[in-house]
């Protein structure tokens, strides 16, 4: 019930406060900023991430802004957006979004059209992201967006800041074969982001992506949390049956 989820949440929160107070939890990042500012040892950060692991304690909150965004704010960010947003990321208290693919641009990425042009304080910004992870519910999206049409394509690209509640967007669920719908279409009609949303300078958008991608990379190689579900999978394969038998004895399944 809402009761015990809201106590489950407090307990979460409790937790990670306190494993931050002591260096285990957001060990890059700044104290001004939430962090735990330990000194780099990725040894002893892989060491803690098994553990916490093994013990099925909370750990920071998974998800693309603290795994990317942080990151990618505090090697690029003007200290004001640090500051707004660094905290309450890694509290868990707001969510984001990537706005990088559109329908014309996958792999290559840099021929993105999305635009967005400066009107008095604001920008504007038209067109259409896709298989936008999480857009459903995100409170906001880091986007790459053409904002110098006349510069070469890699040049021509801004990254922007963009509040999911503005008025002008529009997110339209992706149905997938399993019934879920993890990704979006997220079509951008006029919408507003203030000038200063912008993380790097204007054209620099591409060099500010790969500072983003570049974490996202060491994400996936995430082994620690990744070795708790193969376990629960070959836990899971023992204990169903496939005709009578344990589904792990099935060639197919091992
Ligand atoms: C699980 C998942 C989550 C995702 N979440 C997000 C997200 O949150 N935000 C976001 O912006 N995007 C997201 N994406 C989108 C992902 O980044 C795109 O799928 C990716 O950019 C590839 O684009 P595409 O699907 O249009 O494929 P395409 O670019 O159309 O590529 C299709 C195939 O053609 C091949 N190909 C392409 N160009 C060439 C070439 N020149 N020569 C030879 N082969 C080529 C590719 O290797 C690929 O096999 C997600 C994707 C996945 C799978």
Known sequence: DDNRDSSQADRIQHFRESAI?????????????????QPADALRGQVIREEFDAAHAPMEPRGIGTMMLVPTLLDRGE??????????????EITWCQGYSEPGSGSDLASLMTKGEIDGDDWVINGQ????????????????????????????????????????????????????????????????????WIVGKRGEGWLVSRTTLKHER???????????????????????????RPAIEDPGIR
């Open 129 to 196: 992201k896709i298989w936008t992870s999480g857009a459903k519910h995100a409170n906001y999206m880091f986007c790459l967006v053409r904002t110098e049409p006349d510069a070469k394509k890699h040049a021509g690209i801004s990254y922007l800041l963009i509040d999911m509640k503005s008025p002008g967007i529009d997110v339209r669920p992706l149905r997938q074969m399993t019934g879920s719908s993890e990704f979006n279409e997220v079509f951008l009609n006029d919408v507003r982001t203030p000038k200063d």
């Open 21 to 37: 107070a002591e260096g285990y939890l957001c060990r890059n990042i700044p104290k001004q900023y939430g962090g735990s500012e």
């Open 218 to 244: 060491n994400s996936i190689g995430g082994a620690a949390q990744t070795l708790s579900l193969l376990n629960a999978l070959v836990d899971l394969a023992k204990t169903r049956k496939i005709d009578g």
């Open 79 to 92: 200290e004001w957006q640090k500051e707004k947003f660094v905290g309450p990321t890694i509290r868990g």
